[in-house]
């Protein structure tokens, strides 16, 4: 099945810094989706981005379907950021997605 | 515009019991999907129910099992509960109009199960 690969597996940042968080799939995808995963467990949609840019406040993200990565940019990060962040994909219609194994994001005051 | 509901919240059972988790899909959604995900790890695909079937399965046990009524609303069963099975149970749903095209997926809260 496609392989998914987040990195790097956890970033610390200073409060205001800007990061960009990696996401590399194996295959082509139909779906790619990043969420962030706050401390109950909630999902949060962040993008639905299986190609082009986005934006989204101080988020935005590119997907680069060709080249089989995804990027997604944090700027200006705040405290609440912080939590984990995951990137998930398909490969057929309405299928499972498949996850990364996510990217812990802390963002000291 | 309600979104994707799980219950309970939390469920506390002993090894070899039963349970049953419950999602209703967001307003306007067709698809349900289950998700594992054990601590300190990606989500994990159960199986997904389309038209009150499964439509797609992972790589778990025949334990597993689920419904889908007429209304969209979903159940995960899990019979004979091993200590493994303690993790964050996530239902997921999304919207089908059939073709090659992929919708995007919105999640519950999810059910965190601790077997003892």
């Known amino acids: 099945g496609i392989q998914v690969e987040q990195s790097p597996p956890d970033l610390i940042l200073q409060e205001g810094a800007n990061s960009t968080l990696r996401c590399n799939f194996s295959?082509?995808?139909?779906?790619l989706q990043w969420f962030h995963q706050n401390p109950w467990g909630q999902l949060i949609n962040l993008f639905y981005?299986?190609?082009g840019t986005k934006q989204n406040g101080r988020l935005s993200a590119t997907t680069v379907a060709t080249e089989r990565y995804s990027l997604l940019y944090i700027s200006s990060s705040q405290t609440t950021d912080s939590g984990v962040y995951f990137c998930?994909?398909?490969?057929?219609?309405?299928?499972?997605?498949?996850f990364g194994k996510g990217i812990t994001l802390s963002v000291r005051p | 515009d309600a979104g994707v509901t799980q219950s309970p919240t939390h469920l506390i059972k002993t090894r070899g019991q039963q349970v049953t988790l419950r999602c209703s899909p967001k307003?306007?959604?067709?698809?349900v999907s289950w998700y594992q995900q054990a601590l300190g790890q990606g989500p994990q695909f159960i199986f997904q129910?389309?038209?009150?079937?499964?439509?797609q399965r992972g790589n778990f046990p025949d334990r597993f099992s689920g419904h889908q009524f007429p209304n969209y609303s979903s159940e995960l069963n899990v019979n004979a509960l091993l200590l493994g099975d303690s993790a964050l149970y996530l239902c997921?749903?999304?919207?089908?109009?059939?073709?090659?095209?992929?919708?995007?997926?919105?999640f519950g809260p999810g059910t965190r199960l601790t077997v003892t």
């Open positions: 997921a749903s999304s919207f089908d109009r059939g073709g090659i095209f992929s919708y995007e997926q919105y």
């Open positions: 295959d082509s995808v139909n779906n």
């Open positions: 981005i299986p190609s």
């Open positions: 998930a994909v398909n490969n057929g219609a309405n299928s499972k997605l498949t």
């Open positions: 307003s306007g959604h067709d698809t």
């Open positions: 129910y389309y038209e009150e079937e499964e439509r």
